[in-house]
């Protein structure tokens, strides 16, 4: 069996929204080929569509777009799975900084406590 990490994306359409959101989630898939593990995925994308009331009792449907790729990974401790180089003005660096530095320590307290979920994702944007 090899494992495979797989992008999905799914739209978070609320009723009434002025922007357009996305959720783009990399997951693991066990699986004897990579046809296997892109049936695997496509089959969660499908199983996690659906519709919802936010706790503002807004309609929200978390619809599964697709699968943005998948690729063998031969998992081993450190290993880097995703990597994102972030682009930022001077004045974006500072706040980024400030935000991951924040994030850091909260983590360090309470490392169980910190899973981002449908709720955090509509009360950031």
């Not at 995925?41 to 309609?59: I, L, M, N």
Request: hydrophobic letters at 40%; zero cysteines; a neutral charge.
């Amino acid at each position: 069996m090899q494992w495979y990490l797989a992008t999905l994306i799914f739209e978070i359409r609320v009723k009434d929204a002025t922007v357009s959101q996305f959720d783009v989630q990399h997951r693991l898939f066990q699986a004897p080929n990579k046809k296997e593990a892109t049936d695997k995925a496509h089959r969660k994308g499908v199983e996690e569509t659906h519709f919802f009331y936010s706790d503002s009792q807004q309609a929200v449907r978390w619809e599964f777009i697709g699968i943005k790729a998948i690729e063998p990974v031969q998992l081993a401790d450190g290993i880097t799975l995703l990597e994102e180089t972030q682009e930022l003005s001077p004045e974006e660096a500072v706040h980024f900084v400030a935000f991951v530095r924040r994030k850091h320590q909260e983590i360090l307290k309470k490392p169980d406590q910190h899973r981002v979920t449908i709720r955090t994702v509509l009360q950031v944007h």
